[in-house]
């Protein structure tokens, strides 16, 4: 089984791109989470959201519960965004988050 | 600064051999978490604990055990019994309930030989 689909699995932009990674899961959640891990291994949280919309920095993470999906978008990319970028969501009222397998994002300059 | 530390970085044991690698937070959360990260596929959780001297078998605990005697700690030991325990191994912890989400520790990848 899994809950948590994410697409592209891979993608490559060049520099300055706008940058679009989908998730979407097929029950009921209660918060969805963003993450990126880097080459090292790494992971460190981006947002959290159970509605709505989250802006940080050239981040911006959307959520339409309805349809159970959510968007991470990357504006004026950079080598430096170049990481997987992981989605993962928490079934009701559980401490336990569902994993997605991940996006590869690398941005050439 | 609040986080969680995972030692070592990297683990280098031969076949047949039990290892216990290391999780620590002082972030004062209660949930601590155990997954494995295999190449192409998304974290799949060991061991769960929501509360000291509790935990909860994941999907693929076979081959693992955990130990939870202090909130701070919550060591994993992959037993010989593991039939391919070379992978990268995240230690994660959490407040109870949402809105919280996971704190990740840097994780110890596992070769074993």
């Known amino acids: 089984k899994n809950e948590v689909e994410q697409s592209p699995q891979n993608l490559t932009a060049q520099e300055g791109e706008f940058i679009t990674i989908n998730c979407s899961y097929s029950?009921?959640?209660?918060?969805l989470h963003w993450l990126q891990q880097h080459p090292g291994g790494g992971i460190v949280s981006l947002f959290m959201l159970s509605s709505g919309k989250k802006k940080h920095g050239r981040l911006i993470a959307t959520i339409n519960i309805q349809e159970k999906h959510s968007s991470l978008h990357i504006t004026a990319s950079h080598p430096r965004d170049s990481a997987v970028y992981i989605c993962a969501v928490r079934l009701g009222t559980g401490n336990q988050f569902y994993f997605g397998t991940g996006t590869s994002l690398t941005v050439i300059p | 600064d609040g986080g969680i530390t995972q030692s070592p970085k990297y683990l280098f044991r031969k076949e047949g051999q039990n290892v216990t690698l290391s999780c620590e937070q002082n972030l004062n959360h209660d949930a601590m978490y155990w997954y494995r990260q295999d190449p192409g596929q998304g974290l799949r959780l060991i061991y769960y604990s929501q509360i000291v001297n509790d935990f909860q078998k994941g999907d693929i605990a076979e081959g693992y055990s955990v130990s939870r005697e202090k909130k701070e700690s919550f060591p994993l030991t992959v037993t010989s019994a593991q039939k391919n325990p070379t992978a990268f191994y995240l230690c994660?912890?959490?407040?109870?309930?949402?809105?919280?989400?996971?704190?990740f520790g840097s994780g110890t990848r596992l070769t074993v030989v």
């Open positions: 029950v009921g959640i209660s918060a």
């Open positions: 994660a912890s959490s407040r109870q309930g949402p809105p919280y989400g996971y704190t």
